[in-house]
């Protein structure tokens, strides 16, 4: 569904262009220019229906996570979530390229006046308007910080960005899953887990994927979904029926939420915590125990 908003006076103010729509898919929104600097970069329109596939690609990419994920895999739902009560949708800011460091970004703020409907509560990403669905699995990395921000306050990098980063395998199709044959030792180590808490996006192939598949939490995407989710030239989004670690990387994220009074406490009480310490260096304790707690388990 595609919804023209005119921009009339302050009431549409979040929404710069008078050329700006919105395209609906379920709870997705995805709200972008139709002309100038910020547009979609290909207007592709196969199926004719006045909206650029890149949109409707987008918006299918995030349904098709947030089922897997939700439904099959039992994440926490964030829309659901303590953190964010009364949302009601995932708004999708199309950004021109230059405005951004990177192809998206997630925020875990709530948009309290959405802009879909001024009424509404959202949780909102961006996606640049070069993006290509097709090529990247951007999408579906930012919805999965959505989940990390309604699940738990800790947002140190190795965990946000390394797992979310492996939350990629739900879309693209790994060749080669990355092996340590050390992983065991690795979690016994200071050394090691120093090491650990100084990256990002690599600590998916330093600990996260390892770990999964160490862990042999090896899950198949149901055919339904596979069915069911395609891109508007009728490709598949997801590239294949199989992915690592979706069961271990629920149950740490379940851990690390029991130990945040822990960590609050540490650092002053709750809400100091978490309005402060939410990317402290004394919660890489807390999120290290949660893995190997993890990890011991399955011994």
Known sequence: M???IMAIGFLLATIQSV????????????????????APKDKKDLNS?????????????????????????????????????NVTSIEVDIEPKENMSSYGTAFSGVRKSSKHDSNERAL?????????????????????????????YFRNGWFLEGMARWSQDSIE?????????????????????????????????QLWYPLAVKMNDKAKIPDKLIRKYKYVDGSPVFEDNVIYGANVMRKVIEKMKSKENLAAEEFGGVAKWRKDGQRDDQNNKYIWNSVREVYNSKK
């Open 2 to 4: 595609k919804i023209l």
């Open 19 to 38: 050329s700006a729509a919105v395209y609906q898919q379920g709870i997705v929104y995805v709200i972008y220019d139709e002309t100038g600097a910020a």
């Open 49 to 85: 229906n006045g909206v650029p596939d890149m949109i409707e690609d987008i918006a299918t990419q995030i349904n098709a996570a947030r089922e897997l994920f939700k439904d099959v895999f039992k994440f926490p739902d964030p829309l659901v979530s303590e953190r964010y009560p």
């Open 124 to 152: 909102h990403v961006s996606v640049a308007n070069t993006f290509d669905p097709h090529k990247g699995q951007t999408p579906a990395h930012e919805y999965f910080h959505l989940i990390q921000y309604g699940a738990t």
């Open 173 to 205: 199709k790994i060749k080669k899953y990355p092996v340590d044959k050390n992983i065991s030792w690795k979690l016994r180590s200071d050394s090691a887990a120093k090491k650990i808490f100084q990256i990002k996006y690599s600590a998916a192939e």
